[in-house]
């Protein structure tokens, strides 16, 4: 099949192997023909109601196969997804909303509290209320132009809230087009489903899995304990995940000596790597490949990868590798760095239009180059070619940070916070102990801590949460004025061990 178009993908896959499993959720179990015709369904309806083009939002949970049917259902009509984070909460949406300037959101058919709190406060947005059930309407479908926008989904925002980047449907195809050759996936698959809907790796488990005729197999269980049963149970054979989500299931001794027998893929993505949960996880799935993906959700899922199946015994971390495919990386030079060594530049295919409600972020984070000629994507991850001319992914240039999977800007914490503090300041730094990523919140006013917690909850994810709100007289200072993060890193890591 020559076409990489998600969608094309998807169809043919339902032509070719109509009875074979599409999809497993909870109790749902539903066949290429059983998916096809359910989204068809509901492409019509947005169709009937003008909304081709248009972006639409949605809760995006895990726990039916509704969320999966209606990112299908956007697709094939045309609809830009919108899909938000079910944990909320509610601010957050509205600030998603806003920016993404939103005015059409899929009624779930049966809301949660969340939900129902935003129909009864969001009286000005369109509700659009239809079924993806077992109706069939027939869909005449239109072919979708590459630079149509396919999903916008958020990031963090060190200011002003979170950032939406726009996805096309070109930028899709690019990257099943970069990875798909990569690997000889086919419907026998049975693939693993960990990915929160509202983050741009969830987009790799549906897209790639329909493309090759395979089962997608959703496991509700986000945290990882039991994700090592729950795979063995399910018979999955490829399994995608990020790095702290197996550091759970390391921790838990679910990962015992060939536990996962039928494993014969295992992909990481979203965080550093490190060489023991490597061994780990070979030592489990003894037969699978292993490999390192890493990119941004800027440049579409992943952009570069490195095999990984053979440990040989190596600390440290696992480097990201080398481009996919028709994907470009350029290393743009740190003064008294030596060669090689820099901030990694993203080129190609996969590379997004930028943020959607931001011109002057999108203007500083994608740049034009004269040499490597084109439009880069500047990742703010510090990096190092090494002697095999791999990628070694070193950390951050700035302070963003990933806690279990997450990707989040202590920033946005401290601007949450601050609107609280009456013209006080709020450092948030994050600190990693026995392998997991906490952080905490330092302020220089006297404030109700569990009012402040409170706020918190209301405008952030769970994530975002710091373990702890200090108070301090001063925040500490480096020689040039700026907030000391070091030294209260320092102190955290102590207050924290
Ligand atoms: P996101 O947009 O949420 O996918 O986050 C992208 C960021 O996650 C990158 O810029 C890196 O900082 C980090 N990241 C993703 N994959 C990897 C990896 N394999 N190794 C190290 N860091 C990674």
């Given at each position: 099949m020559h076409t990489y178009d998600p969608i094309d993908r998807f169809?043919?896959?339902?032509?070719?192997?109509?009875?074979?499993r599409a999809l497993e959720v909870?109790?749902?179990?539903l066949t290429y023909t059983e998916l096809d015709r359910r989204s068809d369904h509901l492409a019509a309806q947005l169709v009937e109601q003008g909304l081709s083009g248009r972006r639409v939002a949605f809760s995006a949970r895990r726990d039916s196969s509704w969320a999966y049917t209606v990112f299908l259902g956007l697709f094939k009509a045309g609809c830009t997804a919108v899909p938000l984070l079910p944990e909320g909460p509610l601010k957050r949406w509205r600030s998603m909303l806003e920016g993404a300037e939103v005015d059409s959101i899929l009624a779930h058919p049966s809301p949660d509290a969340l939900e129902v709190?935003?129909?009864?406060?969001?009286?000005?947005?369109n509700w659009i209320r239809m079924s993806a059930t077992k109706d069939t309407r027939p869909f005449q479908r239109k072919p979708i132009a590459p630079d149509a926008e396919a999903y916008v989904m958020f990031t963090s925002g060190s200011t002003g809230g979170p950032k939406g980047v726009a996805v096309s449907r070109g930028n899709m195809s690019a990257y099943l087009a970069n990875f798909l050759p990569l690997l000889d996936l086919?419907?026998?698959?049975?693939c693993s489903q960990h990915f929160a809907l509202a983050f741009d790796l969830s987009m790799h488990d549906l897209f790639v899995t329909w493309s090759v005729g395979a089962c997608l197999c959703v496991n509700g269980d986000l945290g990882g304990l039991r994700a090592a049963s729950w795979a063995r149970r399910e018979e999955v054979t490829t399994w995608f995940a990020a790095p702290s989500q197996v550091a759970v299931m390391r921790r838990s001794r679910t990962l015992a000596q060939g536990s996962l027998p039928l494993l014969r893929l295992v992909l990481f993505c979203g965080e550093a790597l490190p060489w023991e949960l490597v061994e780990a996880m070979h030592t489990a799935a003894p037969k699978a490949r292993i490999l390192n993906l890493y990119g941004p959700t800027e440049a579409t899922i992943a952009v570069t990868a490195y095999d990984a199946s053979l440990p040989t015994g190596r600390s440290g971390v696992v480097p990201i590798g080398k481009p996919m495919g028709e994907n470009t990386v350029h290393i743009l030079p740190f003064d008294g760095l030596p060669d090689g060594e820099g901030e990694l530049l993203l080129g190609g295919p996969q590379v997004t239009g930028g943020y959607i409600n931001s011109k002057e972020t999108t203007q500083k984070a994608f740049v034009q180059l004269e040499e490597p000629k084109g439009t880069w994507y500047r990742t703010g991850d510090h990096v190092r070619l090494d002697d095999q001319g791999e990628i070694q992914f070193i950390g951050r240039i700035d302070h963003q940070v990933k806690v279990l999977g997450y990707r989040v800007e202590p920033g946005e914490v401290d601007e949450a916070l601050m609107t609280q503090l009456r013209g006080g300041n709020a450092v948030t730094v994050a600190v990693t102990l026995n392998g997991v990523v906490r952080l905490v919140?330092?302020?220089d006013v006297e404030a109700d801590?569990?009012?402040?917690?409170?706020?918190?909850r209301r405008s952030l994810p769970p994530a975002w949460m710091p373990e702890?709100?200090?108070q301090m007289a001063e925040l500490p200072r480096t020689a040039n004025g700026k907030w000391d993060r070091t030294a209260l890193m320092k102190m955290a890591r102590n207050e924290t061990a």
């Open positions: 169809v043919a896959a339902a032509v070719a192997w109509p009875d074979r909870g109790s749902e179990k709190e935003l129909q009864q406060a969001g009286r000005e947005f086919g419907p026998t698959d049975r919140s330092y302020i801590t569990t009012a402040l917690h409170e706020h918190l702890r709100i200090e």
